[in-house]
């Protein structure tokens, strides 16, 4: 199989950039504003001063940690045989979680998102083939701060059946997040046995836990969800301005959260989250697009490879407000680099921008952009069949291979055949039919799902817990 892959790092270099993270952890350390979890830490081995919250971590527990974490795993929707896995060398794609503005496509404009749009979101997320993992795209307004994390899981396990994410907020809410769950599940060990969920812990560069962060994740943790463990550090702002010594600190702020992870809850599957960024020195704004940003997703795809870990990126990822000529070289420069390196999840995807906001529009144009990518990442067969000697003889000098039983045979896996999002069709017929550009057939598909895609819904009983877990929510923590 002739399939591409691309490396950046010598096995000396991943070495060099290895070892000078476990000089970070083992001679500076990280913040763990947990007095509990430091304890916990100190009995392990590391070395803890309470006072200033720092907690030092010898080579040897960080290593043992790296041992103890489960490195396949897969998440579950709610319908059977939907699922996303994780270290079995597939690609994955997530759609936003959340964001806090939505680019409304028929006045160009942004504002404020709702929960109609969360449901639009989720029902187009459910729909498009690439997209694996649902996110609910939108922070709506229209939920209660204080219980908006249980509202949007509401929304998602009503409105998809794939795998989903959002964001808990509070440990307090994370418990009814969780009971939703399981109401899904069939109970606290139905879901330890079939995750359908995973908490995503953001170190707070440079070298610091976040405690909200740590509160929300125990949780997890306690019903046997995988964790994804990602700092995004911005070199020359919250790292250093090289991108070696942005990546060591990367790498060592993720290690310093795999060791707390098994210390707490050991076996627990990591999903090695390398999406670190730069800070443009001109505006003073992290870059989603820059070069350094594929380079840096396929350094830290050999680093998550080389601890045996599935590997989260944040690519296809964009500077523009627009889908132009920059979002596209942008977008997919990163993508195909970070596909070819072997990662397993890629997102966020429907992001406008630098997490500007969301756009259905943008969600459609970064699924196809995975099925672009994918094409690209598969390679293609070198064997007898496909040489086609026999095929090139029989059609012979001046023939034509459009009617060969080899050419219907071998096409379709052969050819990435893009769908109506895409045109290949000549100037002519394209004008006549409307000269519409992507971002128009884009909304013209968002449209359609919106008119025709219907999801199961849920089990009527299973519904109404769902209701009374929500309700439970907004009574307790509203009042």
Not at 306 to 315: E, K, M, T, W
Request: hydrophobic share 40%; net charge negative; glycine share 10%.
């Amino acid at each position: 199989m002739a399939r591409p892959s691309v490396s950046l790092l010598s096995p000396d270099e991943v070495r060099s950039i290895h070892e000078a993270s476990l000089h970070v952890l083992r001679e500076i350390g990280v913040v763990v504003p947990n007095q509990d979890l430091l304890r916990r830490l100190q009995e392990a081995g590391a070395t803890v001063d309470l006072s200033k919250k720092t907690a030092r971590f010898p080579e040897g527990i960080v290593l043992g940690a790296i041992e103890s974490a489960k490195k396949q795993y897969a998440l579950y929707g709610r319908e059977p045989g939907v699922e996303a896995r994780f270290g079995h060398g597939e690609y994955n794609l997530i759609s936003s979680p959340g964001q806090f503005a939505w680019f409304d496509y028929e006045t160009n404009a942004r504002r404020e998102p709702r929960l109609v749009d969360t449901r639009s979101a989720i029902t187009v997320g459910d729909a498009l083939p690439n997209v694996t993992v649902v996110g609910a795209m939108t922070v709506p307004g229209d939920a209660a701060a204080a219980i908006r994390d249980v509202v949007l899981t509401s929304e998602l396990i009503r409105g998809t059946g794939k795998p989903t994410r959002c964001w808990p907020v509070t440990r307090r809410s994370t418990e009814y997040v969780l009971e939703i769950y399981k109401a899904v599940a069939g109970g606290k060990e139905a879901l330890r046995a079939r995750p359908m969920v995973e908490v995503f812990l953001e170190p707070i560069s440079p070298l610091q836990l976040p405690e909200t962060g740590l509160d929300v994740m125990i949780p997890f943790l306690e019903h046997g969800q995988p964790v994804s463990i990602g700092p995004m550090v911005m070199a020359s702002g919250t790292g250093p301005a090289t991108l070696a010594g942005t990546i060591a600190q990367e790498n060592a702020e993720i290690l310093a959260g795999v060791t707390i992870v098994q210390c707490l809850a050991p076996g627990t599957p990591v999903l090695y989250g390398g999406i670190p960024h730069i800070l443009d020195p001109r505006t003073a704004i992290c870059a989603f697009g820059s070069p350094e940003q594929g380079l840096m997703a396929v350094a830290m795809a050999q680093l998550g490879h080389f601890y045996g870990f599935p590997v989260y990126l944040n690519v296809n990822l964009t500077d523009s407000k627009l889908p132009d000529v920059q979002a596209g070289m942008e977008k997919m420069g990163s993508f195909v680099l970070g596909m070819l390196a072997g990662a397993d999840l890629f997102g966020h995807a429907g992001i406008v921008g630098t997490d500007h906001g969301a756009s259905l529009e943008w969600l459609v144009i970064d699924n196809e952009a995975m099925g672009y990518a994918r094409r690209v990442a598969q390679g293609f067969v070198v064997d007898e069949e496909t040489l086609a000697r026999g095929v090139i003889a029989r059609v012979g000098p001046g023939g034509n291979y459009l009617s060969d039983d080899h050419t219907v045979e071998h096409f379709r896996k052969e050819f990435y055949l893009p769908g109506p999002r895409w045109t290949r069709e000549t100037f002519e017929v394209w004008k006549t039919s409307g000269g519409a550009s992507m971002s128009e057939r884009a909304h013209a598909h968002v449209e359609a799902i919106l008119a025709t895609h219907r999801v199961p819904p849920l089990d009527p009983a299973l519904d109404r817990e769902v209701d009374r877990i929500v309700e439970a929510a907004r009574r307790n923590l509203i009042g």
